[in-house]
């Protein structure tokens, strides 16, 4: 994966020499947790038939993670929270539910599988990624920067686990890999995360969450074409797998999570209470386009630029509509850390300062301005 930025820089100046604009997202989709509610409770055992997840909504269907074609079956989630308790409960249609691995912290996605990620302090450092497949069995990382920045996936015991965490599977309308029993017609996913495990090497996100606070996540599912072969399912060769995600990441990539949605934490007044929007959100997208235009024109010229209009980044970045014009500082050329760009932003009379670096870590200052707002933790 660190090659990438490589075939970026052969791939740009195979065109031409010009800066490539980076794109501007739009607001990603944001899902309201809301806490139990008095005498709510939720059994792990994969049947999601409490009256704790009949009182909320499903998310919205997945989609293609590219904003491609809309994906052949239906994917949405459900969530609830109580305490250091965060519970998730997946429904994913499928008419072959299939799943060969049996011991955990496998490679999972091998499997189709159904994957949650969670970036708490949303610095996209030192975010948590969870797979699971039909047989529950999982794979949990910790990742301490994304892949295409040098980053490197760090699992099982003495780096990192989570001790309470649950999970069961429930298959509808046939058996889990018996092509004779089906067509299925969907499996359901049921878990507990514990949010200790969760603000491990954060600075700011807290466990138990508070209602209000913003956390990044996103929901993913790796969706392999099957046939039925002497009466198993095998993998059709030479077709890749779909990747099917609740909010678009405009790549084939998970790991990008900027661009990840957002967990609104919420009481437990259902159809009352409401999330607030990230107030950062604008300034992050100022960040991620020096960044974005930073490392193209790196892979073109072998430095990093000085120099703003070197970059070719969008006019809302600097006219100022997504912030004040963010000074690019030089650390250290030769050094990993390359640049440092900042920018300043005023939301209802608050100001804060975001930063990011070479390696896609975003800071704020107030620290607590992404999670808690500007009012801080």
Not at 169 to 188: K, M, R
Not at 203 to 217: E, F, K, Q, Y
Not at 228 to 238: A, I, R, Y
């Amino acid at each position: 994966m660190p090659g990438l930025w490589a075939l970026a820089a052969a791939a740009v100046a195979a065109v031409a020499s010009a800066a490539v604009t980076p794109p501007i997202f739009p607001y990603p989709r944001q899902y309201g947790v809301h806490r139990l509610g008095p005498g709510e409770r939720i059994v792990v055992d994969g049947f999601l038939n409490e009256t704790a997840w009949d009182a909320v909504p499903w998310s919205e269907d997945f989609v293609d993670i590219d904003a491609g074609p809309v994906p052949r079956f239906r994917t949405r989630y459900k969530a609830r929270w109580e305490g250091n308790n965060l519970y998730i409960g997946y429904w994913l249609e499928e008419p072959q539910v299939w799943a060969n691995l049996t011991v955990d912290d496998s490679i999972v996605f091998h499997d189709n599988d159904a994957e949650i990620f969670i970036d708490p302090d949303g610095s996209c450092a030192w975010y948590k990624e969870l797979e699971v497949n039909a047989l529950a069995t999982w794979w949990q990382l910790i990742l301490d920067k994304p892949y295409i920045d040098g980053g490197s996936a760090k699992y099982g015991p003495g780096k990192w686990v989570m001790p309470r965490f649950e999970a069961a599977t429930q298959v509808f309308g046939c058996e889990i890999n018996d092509p004779s029993s089906g067509p299925c017609s969907h499996w359901t996913l049921e878990m507990l995360l514990p949010l200790e495990s969760y603000v491990v090497n954060e600075t700011v996100a807290r466990s138990p969450p508070v209602p209000g606070d913003l956390w990044r996540w996103d929901f993913s599912r790796v969706e392999w074409r099957v046939s039925d072969v002497g009466n198993k399912f095998e993998k059709v060769p030479g077709v890749a797998a779909a990747n099917w995600v609740w909010s678009a990441q405009h790549a084939i990539n998970m790991h990008l999570p900027e661009r990840w949605g957002y967990l609104c934490w919420l009481d437990d007044k259902v159809n009352v209470s409401t999330c607030r929007t990230d107030v950062t959100w604008n300034a992050r997208q100022a960040l991620a386009a020096v960044y974005y235009a930073q490392h193209q024109f790196s892979a073109v010229n072998g430095y990093f630029s000085a120099t703003l209009s070197d970059l070719g980044l969008p006019p809302s970045v600097l006219n100022g509509q997504l912030g004040t014009q963010p000074p690019v500082l030089i650390v250290d050329p030769l050094s990993p850390y390359g640049f440092a760009a900042n920018v300043s932003a005023t939301v209802g009379g608050q100001t804060f300062v975001g930063s990011i670096n070479t390696q896609r870590h975003f800071t704020f200052d107030p620290p607590g301005a992404a999670v808690c707002g500007l009012g801080g933790c």
